[in-house]
């Protein structure tokens, strides 16, 4: 608190008396910013009983825009927001525009205090992220005095969501597989209460059958290994070729087979999923996989959620944006044309 | 610009106007911050000459800390910056302080671009972080009316530097291969023009001897295997450990040593650098490797730009933390103790 005089009544003394955010009290003293009436004047009376006058340079500090976005996510590890906001940056900045990551944790307290935070600094809009897209963050963003947007992780109906086209994406993968003749196609992925490992394992199914096989395991190199040992060693036609539900799955499946002397792609073809360049381009043979296209997909919630702060109709709903199939050596078949 | 009325002068215009950032603006006509007393003068002119007022109002959004910490960084994979971040969160999130992270390219122009927007949004402080140590963010920081701090990236010479100390992780290592009675010790390492390089071969080099082998090459899988194809292709008597300069390189290594027949550990030790959990945890068997403590580096930045924000004395210079030897079983040897 350096720095404050002492008697000085701050629009934050307002908000804290009034039981809103430093958002919420600015929206309801400019008379901007939806609320409920009963909200609206509560902040005026708090603003009232302690004697603080917002006066036109409040005001137009408080109506500039901010020229910054803030982006929320659980997802600490980065895999899947780091792409996403290297797409929202590209998006905005000729635009002058910043963007600001803020992780959270699981406790929705201190979410709200990083959401807080973000409202203080006058965002213009904020992009909620995540690490899978069928789990809400663990903090509250509606009735928000800034637009929200929801990209690859789950949001309310009402709300703009864009999210990766993970059925077609799949669909691609394992056309590919049948275009290069391959009959033999299992399907090896992670836990089963993932949407989308419900939602590529359907894709499978649709092009294979509805006896296609699926095994379900946990997102790890591993599972892949252990995949391998259970398929192999039941007897029987081997599969000849494996549609992995993540780049570390399908590493582990190319290493076990390399080991049992089986030739990835000549004898068995394997697709994996995520584009982790790190993990596909290490394989040997590197991956043949898809891509969710995170870049492309931030850069879309660059552009919305600007459309967004300057009071552009958005139709809400969720947009499944396009997967990519990246061709490397792992299943053989080179360039697609 | 919405919500902004036409003939209103906004302190942006007078940055403008001065060709200076608006945090500058704002500790100039504050008469607070350090500056050239022409830079001052100049701001204070070209308010006068808009006709912009700063009133008491302004002067106390200005003067309040703002509880915000901004990281900037260039290390867009978030490998290192990510731990780094999630170090000054937690240091910071008791005191209801948020961390707002901002990527920059390599782009200088770009990059003062977001530092402005920090500022602008009042930051109390800025960490500057990065993907190696010995190189400079790609924007000048200097001057800056907020105190700022350096965290896994080179700073100048009268900043505050935190940076993990390389040279005693790397001695940790060595001499805990020594002691399991290894004799035949050799170093395969990331390109030698990183300073992380040098000093991690230096450290190696003070256990071993000076004759101790160094084989520098980059930071791949593929580099480990390369290096295990060279060192027992030649002949002569192979090494009977390897201290590897990365976790992928140690994770190449150890595959390729399988695939030789070579047994790890109990025929030869590896030790990986980074504990990067998801590439020495999967590496059969998991690799034995030293963590740089990243999360306590950036809890110590954390309380450090604290105590800067706050006025407090901190001694500038650089200030090593120590790395820690994580044991797992690519080395033989169990637990310490």
Redesign the interface.
């Known amino acids: 608190?350096?720095?404050?005089?002492a008697n000085?009544v701050?629009?934050?003394d307002v908000a804290k008396v009034a039981g809103v955010s430093i958002a919420t009290a600015s929206k309801a003293l400019n008379d901007?910013g939806r609320m409920a009436d009963a909200t609206r004047e509560r902040v005026k009376q708090a603003a009232a009983d302690l004697g603080f006058?917002?006066?036109?340079?409040?005001r137009?500090?408080i109506?500039?825009?901010?020229?910054?976005i803030?982006l929320l996510t659980n997802d600490?590890?980065?895999r899947f927001t780091?792409p996403v906001?290297?797409g929202v940056?590209e998006a905005l900045?000729d635009e002058?525009v910043?963007?600001?990551?803020?992780?959270i944790e699981d406790d929705p307290a201190?979410g709200k205090?990083?959401v807080d935070?973000?409202l203080?600094?006058?965002v213009d809009g904020i992009i909620a992220s995540g690490k899978r897209i069928d789990r809400r963050l663990p903090v509250d963003l509606s009735n928000l005095p800034v637009p929200v947007l929801y990209a690859f992780t789950d949001g309310p109906e009402e709300a703009v969501t864009l999210v990766s086209d993970d059925a077609q994406g799949s669909r691609e993968a394992v056309e590919w597989l049948v275009g290069l003749g391959r009959r033999r196609i299992v399907h090896v992925t992670g836990p089963d209460t993932f949407a989308s490992v419900q939602e590529r394992a359907g894709a499978f199914r649709s092009v294979v059958g509805t006896a296609g096989r699926v095994l379900f395991g946990s997102w790890?190199?591993?599972w892949g290994h252990e995949a391998v040992g259970q398929l192999w060693n039941e007897g029987g036609d081997a599969p000849d070729a494996i549609f992995c539900g993540n780049d570390?799955i399908a590493r582990g499946v190319v290493?076990a087979l390399r080991e049992r002397g089986i030739v990835v792609p000549g004898e068995v073809s394997v697709v994996g999923f995520d584009n982790w360049e790190?993990m596909a381009a290490?394989t040997r043979p590197p991956l043949t996989t898809v891509d969710m296209n995170l870049k492309e997909l931030g850069r879309e919630a660059g552009r919305l959620i600007l459309a967004l702060a300057?009071?552009a109709p958005v139709e809400p709903g969720i947009r499944k944006l396009p997967c990519q199939l990246v061709i490397r050596q792992s299943c053989g078949g080179g360039l697609r044309g």
Do not use: W
């Open positions: 608190m350096a720095g404050r005089r000085q701050r629009i934050y901007t006058r917002p006066n036109a340079m409040a137009a500090l109506s500039q825009r901010s020229f910054t803030g600490t590890y980065g780091l906001m290297a940056s900045v002058g910043s963007v600001f990551l803020c992780t201190l205090v990083h935070a973000m203080s600094k006058q790890s190199e591993a570390q290493d790190l290490a300057e009071g």
